[in-house]
């Protein structure tokens, strides 16, 4: 069931810290990337040829406006996609959307 079927309010505030944290490029990468599946740090430099201070510093971002998590294993620290923080923005783009489709109202 997802979450379009049972809508999460999401409040302005944190649709727009939402957005605004995937708004740079390279956050987007790192999420296009998770979108493949959990990865470890040294996979994501590999694959998106950053350097790991760079990565870590957009990781730090986009865990902080809650799009991902971490999994520390060993020495190791895995991350993952939010998939609840992804649905609900989804939700919200959704209704938004709705809203834009209701013709305006004149001004008489």
Known sequence: MSV???PVVLEPAKAR???KAMADPLRLQ???ALGGGER???ELTSELGLAQSKLSFHLKVLREAGLIEARDEG???Y???RTDAIEQLR???GELASRCAQPATPCY
């Open 4 to 6: 379009l079927d049972h």
């Open 17 to 19: 810290a939402l957005l």
């Open 30 to 32: 790192v999420l296009e």
């Open 40 to 42: 470890c740090v040294c």
């Open 75 to 77: 020495r190791w620290v």
């Open 79 to 81: 991350y993952s996609l």
């Open 91 to 93: 939700g919200w783009l």
